[in-house]
Protein backbone atom coordinates (compact mmCIF):
# COMPACT_ATOMS: atom_id res chain seq x y z
CA UNK A 1 0.00 0.00 0.00
CA UNK A 2 3.19 2.27 0.98
CA UNK A 3 4.06 2.14 -2.33
CA UNK A 4 1.04 2.58 -4.18
CA UNK A 5 0.45 5.75 -2.53
CA UNK A 6 4.12 7.21 -3.23
CA UNK A 7 2.76 6.26 -7.15
CA UNK A 8 0.18 8.75 -6.66
CA UNK A 9 2.09 11.79 -5.20
CA UNK A 10 4.55 11.58 -8.57
CA UNK A 11 1.49 10.78 -10.87
CA UNK A 12 -0.64 13.72 -9.75
CA UNK A 13 2.09 16.15 -10.30
CA UNK A 14 2.15 15.11 -14.10
CA UNK A 15 -1.59 14.63 -14.41
CA UNK A 16 -1.56 18.14 -13.19
CA UNK A 17 0.40 19.78 -15.25
CA UNK A 18 -1.16 18.04 -18.25
CA UNK A 19 -5.10 18.76 -17.46
CA UNK A 20 -5.03 21.99 -15.83
CA UNK A 21 -6.27 24.54 -18.31
CA UNK A 22 -3.68 26.86 -19.47
CA UNK A 23 -6.64 29.57 -18.88
CA UNK A 24 -6.12 28.84 -14.94
CA UNK A 25 -4.24 32.24 -13.24
CA UNK A 26 -2.51 32.80 -10.29
CA UNK A 27 -5.03 32.89 -7.36
CA UNK A 28 -3.50 33.60 -3.84
CA UNK A 29 -7.05 32.93 -2.79
CA UNK A 30 -7.36 29.41 -4.19
CA UNK A 31 -3.07 28.94 -3.15
CA UNK A 32 -2.45 27.56 -7.02
CA UNK A 33 1.42 27.84 -7.67
CA UNK A 34 3.35 27.31 -11.14
CA UNK A 35 3.06 23.20 -11.09
CA UNK A 36 6.76 23.44 -12.07
CA UNK A 37 8.50 24.63 -8.87
CA UNK A 38 8.44 22.16 -5.57
CA UNK A 39 11.13 23.43 -3.84
CA UNK A 40 13.56 26.57 -4.72
CA UNK A 41 15.81 25.87 -2.46
CA UNK A 42 17.35 27.05 0.92
CA UNK A 43 17.24 31.15 2.68
CA UNK A 44 15.25 34.05 0.87
CA UNK A 45 17.56 34.93 -2.34
CA UNK A 46 16.40 32.08 -4.30
CA UNK A 47 14.43 32.61 -7.42
CA UNK A 48 12.96 31.36 -10.49
CA UNK A 49 12.13 32.61 -14.54
CA UNK A 50 9.34 31.20 -16.08
CA UNK A 51 8.02 31.93 -19.54
CA UNK A 52 4.75 31.47 -20.92
CA UNK A 53 5.28 31.54 -25.06
CA UNK A 54 1.30 31.93 -25.70
CA UNK A 55 1.55 35.34 -23.74
CA UNK A 56 4.91 36.37 -24.79
CA UNK A 57 5.68 36.88 -20.44
CA UNK A 58 8.35 35.96 -18.58
CA UNK A 59 7.67 35.84 -15.12
CA UNK A 60 9.93 36.00 -11.44
CA UNK A 61 9.08 34.13 -8.59
CA UNK A 62 10.88 34.17 -5.11
CA UNK A 63 10.75 31.53 -2.33
CA UNK A 64 9.05 32.56 0.68
CA UNK A 65 7.91 30.35 3.77
CA UNK A 66 4.57 30.57 2.19
CA UNK A 67 5.96 29.14 -1.23
CA UNK A 68 6.47 30.11 -4.55
CA UNK A 69 5.80 34.27 -5.03
CA UNK A 70 5.03 36.35 -8.06
CA UNK A 71 7.45 39.41 -7.93
CA UNK A 72 7.54 40.95 -11.39
CA UNK A 73 6.92 39.82 -15.04
CA UNK A 74 8.83 41.15 -18.08
CA UNK A 75 7.47 41.59 -21.55
CA UNK A 76 9.71 38.76 -23.99
CA UNK A 77 9.80 37.28 -27.47
CA UNK A 78 10.07 34.07 -28.25
CA UNK A 79 11.21 32.08 -31.15
CA UNK A 80 9.62 32.55 -34.89
CA UNK A 81 8.32 28.83 -34.99
CA UNK A 82 5.90 28.89 -32.37
CA UNK A 83 4.82 25.40 -33.21
CA UNK A 84 5.63 23.45 -29.93
CA UNK A 85 9.00 22.55 -28.73
CA UNK A 86 12.14 23.23 -29.97
CA UNK A 87 13.65 19.53 -31.55
CA UNK A 88 16.29 20.30 -33.92
CA UNK A 89 18.90 22.35 -34.53
CA UNK A 90 17.72 25.06 -37.31
CA UNK A 91 13.93 24.75 -36.53
CA UNK A 92 13.89 28.58 -34.66
CA UNK A 93 11.72 26.87 -31.83
CA UNK A 94 12.68 28.08 -28.50
CA UNK A 95 12.79 24.85 -25.78
CA UNK A 96 10.21 24.13 -23.42
CA UNK A 97 11.48 22.49 -20.25
CA UNK A 98 13.63 23.33 -17.23
CA UNK A 99 17.29 24.78 -17.59
CA UNK A 100 19.93 26.61 -16.14
CA UNK A 101 22.52 29.60 -17.17
CA UNK A 102 25.51 28.21 -17.48
CA UNK A 103 27.64 32.23 -17.60
CA UNK A 104 27.10 35.22 -18.75
CA UNK A 105 28.40 37.49 -21.14
CA UNK A 106 28.60 41.09 -21.42
CA UNK A 107 28.30 44.13 -23.78
CA UNK A 108 31.96 44.10 -25.01
CA UNK A 109 32.09 40.42 -25.44
CA UNK A 110 28.65 40.05 -28.10
CA UNK A 111 27.29 41.22 -31.36
CA UNK A 112 25.37 44.94 -31.11
CA UNK A 113 21.92 42.77 -31.61
CA UNK A 114 22.30 40.55 -28.38
CA UNK A 115 21.97 43.90 -27.05
CA UNK A 116 23.77 44.69 -23.46
CA UNK A 117 23.97 41.00 -21.62
CA UNK A 118 23.14 37.52 -22.20
CA UNK A 119 23.17 34.44 -20.34
CA UNK A 120 23.76 30.86 -22.30
CA UNK A 121 21.49 28.38 -20.96
CA UNK A 122 22.00 24.83 -20.86
CA UNK A 123 19.86 23.15 -23.51
CA UNK A 124 20.23 20.83 -25.00
CA UNK A 125 19.60 19.67 -20.97
CA UNK A 126 20.44 15.77 -20.79
CA UNK A 127 16.65 14.68 -20.95
CA UNK A 128 16.92 16.76 -24.19
CA UNK A 129 19.93 14.51 -25.33
CA UNK A 130 18.48 11.19 -23.88
CA UNK A 131 15.30 12.37 -26.46
CA UNK A 132 17.53 13.36 -28.79
CA UNK A 133 17.11 16.81 -29.30
CA UNK A 134 19.70 19.07 -31.02
CA UNK A 135 20.51 22.23 -31.41
CA UNK A 136 22.85 25.23 -29.43
CA UNK A 137 23.31 28.49 -28.45
CA UNK A 138 19.73 28.89 -26.49
CA UNK A 139 20.41 31.87 -24.47
CA UNK A 140 18.67 35.27 -22.29
CA UNK A 141 19.68 37.83 -23.96
CA UNK A 142 18.55 41.44 -24.73
CA UNK A 143 18.16 43.34 -28.11
CA UNK A 144 19.81 46.15 -30.12
CA UNK A 145 16.18 47.99 -29.95
CA UNK A 146 13.96 47.19 -27.68
CA UNK A 147 11.25 47.74 -30.26
CA UNK A 148 11.43 44.56 -31.12
CA UNK A 149 10.69 42.81 -27.57
CA UNK A 150 6.98 43.87 -28.59
CA UNK A 151 6.75 41.48 -32.10
CA UNK A 152 5.80 38.30 -30.71
CA UNK A 153 7.26 35.34 -31.72
CA UNK A 154 10.34 36.98 -33.31
CA UNK A 155 13.63 35.39 -32.55
CA UNK A 156 15.86 32.43 -33.41
CA UNK A 157 14.57 30.41 -30.63
CA UNK A 158 16.21 32.61 -27.98
CA UNK A 159 14.27 33.92 -25.12
CA UNK A 160 14.54 37.76 -25.45
CA UNK A 161 13.69 41.07 -23.43
CA UNK A 162 14.52 44.76 -23.36
CA UNK A 163 18.35 45.79 -22.18
CA UNK A 164 16.59 47.64 -19.52
CA UNK A 165 15.36 44.50 -18.35
CA UNK A 166 18.28 42.30 -18.55
CA UNK A 167 19.86 43.98 -16.03
CA UNK A 168 17.26 43.97 -14.35
CA UNK A 169 16.84 40.32 -13.85
CA UNK A 170 20.52 39.62 -13.95
CA UNK A 171 20.32 40.83 -10.06
CA UNK A 172 17.90 37.36 -9.33
CA UNK A 173 19.84 35.31 -11.40
CA UNK A 174 22.72 33.06 -10.17
CA UNK A 175 24.47 30.68 -12.40
CA UNK A 176 23.36 27.45 -12.71
CA UNK A 177 21.31 27.67 -9.80
CA UNK A 178 18.66 29.69 -10.48
CA UNK A 179 15.99 28.04 -13.64
CA UNK A 180 14.19 29.34 -16.14
CA UNK A 181 11.21 26.95 -17.10
CA UNK A 182 9.56 27.62 -20.65
CA UNK A 183 6.62 26.06 -21.98
CA UNK A 184 3.92 27.00 -24.13
CA UNK A 185 1.35 28.29 -21.13
CA UNK A 186 2.43 27.70 -17.72
CA UNK A 187 0.46 25.78 -15.78
CA UNK A 188 -0.73 25.96 -11.86
CA UNK A 189 -1.92 23.79 -9.32
CA UNK A 190 -2.62 23.65 -5.96
CA UNK A 191 -0.08 24.38 -3.55
CA UNK A 192 -1.15 21.08 -1.35
CA UNK A 193 -0.47 18.93 -4.79
CA UNK A 194 3.03 20.16 -5.00
CA UNK A 195 3.66 19.37 -1.61
CA UNK A 196 2.79 16.01 -2.19
CA UNK A 197 4.71 15.57 -5.15
CA UNK A 198 8.06 17.44 -3.24
CA UNK A 199 8.10 14.55 -0.80
CA UNK A 200 7.40 12.05 -3.15
CA UNK A 201 10.87 12.67 -4.77
CA UNK A 202 12.19 13.35 -1.88
CA UNK A 203 11.64 10.03 -0.45
CA UNK A 204 13.04 8.19 -3.15
CA UNK A 205 16.16 10.24 -3.06
CA UNK A 206 16.23 9.53 0.99
CA UNK A 207 16.21 5.90 -0.55
CA UNK A 208 18.69 6.26 -2.95
CA UNK A 209 21.28 7.61 -0.47
CA UNK A 210 20.43 4.96 1.95
CA UNK A 211 21.08 2.03 -0.04
CA UNK A 212 23.81 3.55 -1.54
CA UNK A 213 25.58 4.49 1.61
CA UNK A 214 24.60 0.77 3.17
CA UNK A 215 26.24 -0.54 0.04
CA UNK A 216 23.17 -2.22 -1.09
CA UNK A 217 24.08 -2.73 -4.73
CA UNK A 218 20.54 -4.23 -5.97
CA UNK A 219 18.28 -1.64 -4.63
CA UNK A 220 20.93 1.04 -5.33
CA UNK A 221 20.78 0.29 -9.18
CA UNK A 222 17.04 -0.23 -9.03
CA UNK A 223 16.72 3.22 -8.94
CA UNK A 224 17.89 3.93 -12.11
CA UNK A 225 16.43 3.99 -15.39
CA UNK A 226 17.63 1.38 -18.21
CA UNK A 227 18.27 4.56 -20.23
CA UNK A 228 20.56 6.11 -17.75
CA UNK A 229 23.90 7.91 -18.62
CA UNK A 230 25.95 9.75 -16.31
CA UNK A 231 30.04 10.37 -16.37
CA UNK A 232 30.35 8.59 -19.40
CA UNK A 233 28.58 5.44 -17.94
CA UNK A 234 25.46 3.65 -18.85
CA UNK A 235 23.98 1.87 -16.08
CA UNK A 236 25.39 -1.40 -16.41
CA UNK A 237 28.75 0.39 -15.86
CA UNK A 238 27.73 2.34 -13.20
CA UNK A 239 26.67 -0.56 -11.32
CA UNK A 240 30.25 -2.12 -11.90
CA UNK A 241 31.74 1.11 -10.82
CA UNK A 242 30.13 1.34 -8.19
CA UNK A 243 30.48 -2.41 -7.10
CA UNK A 244 34.56 -1.28 -7.14
CA UNK A 245 34.18 1.27 -4.67
CA UNK A 246 32.13 -1.12 -2.32
CA UNK A 247 34.60 -3.48 -1.91
CA UNK A 248 36.94 -0.87 -1.52
CA UNK A 249 35.70 1.37 0.79
CA UNK A 250 34.93 0.07 4.39
CA UNK A 251 32.61 3.13 5.32
CA UNK A 252 30.08 5.01 3.48
CA UNK A 253 28.67 8.29 4.65
CA UNK A 254 26.47 10.88 2.79
CA UNK A 255 24.44 13.75 3.65
CA UNK A 256 22.95 15.94 1.78
CA UNK A 257 21.27 19.52 2.33
CA UNK A 258 19.75 22.57 0.20
CA UNK A 259 17.18 20.94 -2.09
CA UNK A 260 15.58 22.74 -5.28
CA UNK A 261 13.32 20.24 -7.49
CA UNK A 262 11.99 21.79 -10.25
CA UNK A 263 8.87 19.51 -12.43
CA UNK A 264 8.08 19.50 -16.15
CA UNK A 265 5.69 17.91 -17.99
CA UNK A 266 7.71 14.01 -18.11
CA UNK A 267 10.97 14.32 -16.19
CA UNK A 268 11.63 16.36 -12.57
CA UNK A 269 15.56 17.93 -11.82
CA UNK A 270 16.57 17.55 -8.55
CA UNK A 271 19.78 19.55 -7.21
CA UNK A 272 20.99 19.44 -3.97
CA UNK A 273 24.24 19.43 -2.37
CA UNK A 274 25.98 16.33 -1.49
CA UNK A 275 28.61 15.71 1.13
CA UNK A 276 30.31 12.41 0.62
CA UNK A 277 32.81 10.77 2.92
CA UNK A 278 34.38 7.04 3.30
CA UNK A 279 37.33 6.10 4.58
CA UNK A 280 39.86 6.67 1.98
CA UNK A 281 38.01 9.84 0.26
CA UNK A 282 35.78 12.84 0.79
CA UNK A 283 33.88 15.36 -1.82
CA UNK A 284 31.69 17.78 -1.95
CA UNK A 285 29.41 19.35 -5.17
CA UNK A 286 26.37 20.32 -6.03
CA UNK A 287 24.82 17.24 -7.17
CA UNK A 288 21.52 17.07 -10.08
CA UNK A 289 19.34 14.08 -10.92
CA UNK A 290 16.92 13.86 -13.84
CA UNK A 291 14.35 12.19 -12.67
CA UNK A 292 12.02 10.26 -14.99
CA UNK A 293 8.13 8.13 -13.93
CA UNK A 294 8.09 4.59 -15.28
CA UNK A 295 5.42 2.21 -13.74
CA UNK A 296 7.39 1.66 -10.67
CA UNK A 297 8.09 5.01 -10.08
CA UNK A 298 10.33 7.17 -10.22
CA UNK A 299 13.97 6.27 -11.45
CA UNK A 300 17.22 8.47 -12.36
CA UNK A 301 17.78 9.02 -16.36
CA UNK A 302 21.24 10.71 -15.44
CA UNK A 303 23.07 12.65 -12.83
CA UNK A 304 25.75 14.79 -12.70
CA UNK A 305 28.12 16.90 -9.76
CA UNK A 306 30.28 20.38 -9.60
CA UNK A 307 32.38 20.14 -7.39
Known amino acids: MKKSLSRIGFTSILLL ?21 LE ?23 STPDGPHLDKQFRCTTGKNNNGAKVREGDKKTPNGVYFFRSILEDGQLPSKYG ?25 HAVDEDQRVSNSFDTEGCVVVTNKDIMEISSYI ?32 DTWVKSWAGKDLDRYMDCYDERFYGYG ?4 EQRRYKENLNRAYK ?14 HDYIVASFV ?4 SDRFHSTGRKKLYLTRTENGPKILSERINR
Request: aromatic share 12%.
Open 17 to 37: CLLIPPSVSFSSSTAEVPSYL
Open 40 to 62: MGDGASQYALLVDKQSQMLYLYS
Open 116 to 140: VRAFPMDYPNDYDRLDRKTGYGIWL
Open 174 to 205: RLNSTPIIVDDSIIRAPAASLEEGKKEVLAFI
Open 233 to 236: RSKE
Open 251 to 264: KIRIKLSDYQIFGY
Open 274 to 277: QDYR
